[in-house]
């Protein structure tokens, strides 16, 4: 079992940019696939950026071009650098594992952190 732990949230102006990362203990992010997810108010939780254990990426067409997922194997750690940021990227970033090959729905990842919160001024 992993436990995950999100970081690097808070406020910045449109424009700006922020680096979320997502700690793992218990076991290491190199057994996971590992994705971004967020959740807006009022709105369902939605698919951000996934990695999988051989480093192969998916993004969200709302932020390909933005953002960018990585991982770094011997900190056990999944970054999200987000460039551009937008007034509507404002929600609570999720981080999560999954022991799928590779999957962008949240049903298939057993492991979530805490989340973080990203706000986003216009």
């Known amino acids: 079992q992993v436990q995950l732990v999100e970081s690097g949230g808070g406020l910045v102006q449109a424009g700006g940019s922020l680096r979320l990362s997502c700690a793992a203990s218990g076991r290491t992010v190199s057994s996971y696939l590992m994705g971004w997810f967020r959740q807006a108010p009022g709105k369902e939780r939605e698919f951000v950026a996934a990695?999988?254990?051989?480093?192969?990426?998916r993004d969200a067409d709302s932020v390909k071009g933005r953002f960018t997922i990585s991982r770094d194997n011997a900190k056990s750690t999944v970054d999200l650098q987000m460039n551009s940021l937008k007034p509507e990227d404002t929600a609570v970033y999720y981080c999560?594992?999954?022991?799928?090959?590779?999957?962008?729905?949240?049903?298939?990842?057993?492991?979530w952190g805490r989340g973080t919160q990203v706000t986003v001024s216009s």
């Open positions: 999560a594992a999954s022991t799928y090959y590779l999957s962008l729905t949240q049903d298939s990842y057993q492991y």
């Open positions: 990695i999988s254990r051989i480093g192969g990426t």
